[in-house]
């Protein structure tokens, strides 16, 4: 049974390197928590936000940040592995180098985020608000985008590789010299009012 805790604001802790497995935070706090080099595993926040938190080298595997809001918080060299983190919401916040594998960042909102090389790998995305993000050169493979917001996103150089691209309006990006794979070319030729056959 997760260790439960809920309603409780955290100002000004230093968390550098803790471990925390099956703990449950609900509707809880946490302004200038440093949690760089924390391991999150199996952890669930619901509700909560986090504000100018450092998530520096932090690894969170199998988790769940759902609902969260993210204000000025830094995301360098983390990683997610399998994390949920549906509906969450980041405001000016450093997102790189970030990496994700795995996982369900559906309705996530990231405009305007600055993505640029950032690591995202099969993950669910559905719905994601990314519009005006910036993804020059990221990886984004085999990721699900149906219904995503990417109108004024920029993907110059990004591999989007077996990624769900059946909302993009190419005609509304920037994407010189991204990479898709001959099925996603047939879905954005399409997309153009081209007639394949």
């Given amino acids: 049974m997760p260790e439960l805790t809920e309603d409780v604001t955290f100002r000004h802790e230093d968390w550098y390197g803790e471990e925390f497995t099956d703990r449950h935070f609900v509707g809880c706090e946490f302004f200038q928590v440093d ?70 960042w559906s309705f996530v909102a990231l405009p305007g985020a600055d993505l640029r090389a950032v690591w995202l790998s099969d993950v669910r995305m559905r719905e994601v608000d990314l519009s005006g993000a910036n993804l020059t050169g990221a990886t984004v493979t085999g990721v699900d985008l149906s219904g995503a917001q990417l109108q004024k ?33 047939l879905v954005i030729a399409q997309a153009l009012g081209f007639r394949i056959g």
């Fill in 35 to 104: 949690l760089t080099e924390a391991v999150t595993r199996g952890a669930v926040f619901t509700g909560c936000t986090f504000g100018n938190v450092l998530f520096n080298a932090s690894r969170h595997v199998d988790s769940a940040f759902t609902r969260c809001v993210f204000k000025r918080c830094n995301f360098f060299e983390a990683e997610f592995t399998g994390c949920k983190l549906v509906g969450s919401t980041f405001v000016e916040c450093d997102l790189r180098p970030l990496r994700v594998d795995g996982g369900d």
């Fill in 153 to 185: 996103c920029r993907l110059g150089g990004a591999d989007l590789r077996r990624s769900d691209l059946t909302a993009l309006d190419p005609t509304s990006v920037e994407r010189a010299g991204a990479i898709v794979d001959p099925e996603q070319a």
